[in-house]
Nanobody
Framework: QVQLVESGGGLVQAGGSLRLSCKLSGRAFSEYALGWFRQAPGKDREFVAA????????TYDDSVKGRFTISRNNAINTVYLQMNSLKPEDTAVFYC?????????????????????WGQGTQVTVSS
């Protein structure tokens, strides 16, 4: 059983920064590709960023390119989302997601249906 626990959300002013963390427990972290998604009030869940199992491949939604960075630390089973230059439109619940991949499937995916493990989410609120 895989468990994902997000942390690091909070209230920040526009232009500020936050770093989200997501710790995976229950399985070999290095075998999992990981992603961050978000859902704003009244909107569908949307892709933010993803990283491959090796960490060698990343992908981002256009709305966060150049502002957000996804990274992983396999030694402590944690994936991060560094968010800089935050905007009010970034306000949402952010979710961490994971899917186990075979070594030859070392790619980062922005498709939420490919992920079968999800965290409970952490609220990010950006004030103007």
């Amino acid at each position: 059983q895989v468990q994902l626990v997000e942390s690091g959300g909070g209230l920040v002013q526009a232009g500020g920064s936050l770093r989200l963390s997501c710790k995976l427990s229950g399985r070999a972290f290095s075998e999992y590709a990981l992603g961050w998604f978000r859902q704003a009030p009244g909107k569908d869940r949307e892709f933010v960023a993803a990283i491959s199992r090796s960490g060698g491949s990343t992908t981002y939604d256009d709305s966060v390119k150049g502002r957000f960075t996804i990274s992983r630390n396999n030694a402590i089973n944690t994936v991060y989302l560094q968010m800089n230059s935050l905007k009010p439109e970034d306000t949402a619940v952010f979710y961490c997601a994971a899917v186990r991949r075979e070594p030859y499937m070392d790619y980062a995916s922005g498709l939420d249906f490919q992920y079968n493990n999800w965290g409970q989410g952490t609220q990010v609120t950006v004030s103007s």
